[in-house]
């Protein structure tokens, strides 16, 4: 590894632009990768839900409802106009009513009240409508056009829209809170006002290429897609940082940078090797998930933490090596009190600590066994 390590320190410069280029593309390459976000497509194959639908498919020519919208304060007659306004919608291929099951000009006292209040009730309509897969989005805000903000609809259509719409609003919102949280915890614990900036330049880099890469799958669940960037900043942010301080402790042993790093990669990789392993086979457990949201969700993640290894032993030590003038030259006091009364507790507490935890397992194991899941 000292040989690969010093090559490493050796060519600075390309590991960084070939880095920071692999970056730019995973970044390109992000918006080509298609996400789904029906979960009913995640269902296990064998599930009583996913025989339903089959079973619906090949008995029926007709795409099966998957909408309803509910107008009120209306009339037969204008509950009628909203029906075929409906039905012109791009993407609506079928609208049922009242009028599919009955008569309507009869007298409606007289046909059946619970088929009449299944569609009609208090002036309210109810439509059953069907809506192409492929246009969910641009078919629900249609609907919510012609209808207004005052009426409602649901449905695994409308659900599957909203969530298309709202998620990539809420990523946004999620990762600038992560950063931002991330970003202070490291201030609060670096004693250079730059190291906290190195350091996500490198987490930074090591999701743009995973999010990139993901286009070997084709198609991610909406779920990775939300939160696969964040979930690989919180497991992989430790190992960049464990680099650094090691690096600055073989710094103070030899004033040789090149051999310092060398010496901090040869020390710390059996520790962060072997953390990041232990996470790669933690995510790679998903995959003997039924719901397939968790084979989804863990290969996904167990590649970004494998290239987030990968650019912790590459990237990172030329990125250090490049900027830390600027890490000395921002070095301030640490802004934290020292732990070491806490530290001098925990040791002498550690061996009842230990005891009370091995009592209140048992209890605990037992009361999780019957926890009821809705």
């Given amino acids: 590894m000292r040989k690969f390590y010093s090559r490493v320190v050796r060519n600075t410069k390309k590991i960084i632009v070939f880095f920071l280029a692999l970056a730019v593309v995973g970044a390109i390459l992000q918006n080509f990768v298609a996400v789904n976000y029906d979960m009913k497509d995640y269902l296990p194959e064998g599930s009583p839900s996913t025989v339903a639908i089959d079973t619906m498919n090949e008995e029926f020519e007709g795409g099966i409802p998957n909408a309803r919208v509910m107008v009120k304060d209306v009339s037969i007659s204008e509950a009628l106009d909203y029906k075929e306004r409906l039905k012109e919608c791009d993407g609506v291929t079928d609208v049922m009513w009242l009028d ?13 009240p619970d088929v009449v209040e299944s569609f ?30 005052n009426n409602a609809m649901t449905g695994d259509a409308v659900s599957t829209a909203v969530a298309t719409t709202s998620t990539v609003n809420e990523i946004r919102i999620i990762t600038i809170l992560a950063v931002t949280i991330v970003l202070a915890v490291l201030m609060l614990t670096t004693t250079s006002w730059v190291e906290p900036l190195i350091i ?4 930074g880099v ?105 650019t912790v032993f590459v990237f990172m030590p030329a990125l250090i090596l490049k900027l830390y003038p600027l890490v000395q030259k ?19 507490i550690m061996v009842p600590m230990a005891c009370l935890f091995a009592v209140i397992a048992v209890p605990a194991f037992l009361a999780s066994n019957s926890n009821s899941y809705p």
């Fill in 100 to 112: 599919d099951s009955i008569n309507i000009y009869q007298p409606i006292e007289e046909a059946d």
């Fill in 120 to 149: 009609y009730k208090d002036q309210t309509a109810l439509f059953t409508v069907t809506i192409d897969e492929n246009k969910k989005i641009e078919t629900v805000d249609a609907i919510r056009e012609i209808i207004g903000e």
């Fill in 200 to 203: 996500l330049i490198g987490l």
């Fill in 206 to 310: 090591a999701i743009m290429i995973n999010s990139g890469s993901n286009l070997i799958f084709g198609e991610i669940s909406f779920v990775t897609n939300a939160a696969g960037a964040v979930l690989q900043l919180a497991v992989s942010l430790d190992y960049s940082v464990f680099l650094m301080h090691r690096y600055e402790e073989c710094l103070i042993e030899t004033r040789d940078k090149n051999g310092a790093m060398v010496d901090a990669l040869c020390k710390s990789t059996s520790s962060i090797l072997s953390s990041g392993l232990t996470t790669v086979i933690g995510f790679l457990a998903l995959i003997f998930m039924r719901f397939r949201i968790g084979p989804d969700l863990g290969v996904a993640l167990a590649k970004g933490v494998g290239i987030s290894l990968i």
């Fill in 330 to 348: 921002t070095h301030h006091k640490r802004l934290l009190p020292g732990f070491q009364r806490l530290g001098r507790f925990v040791r002498r």
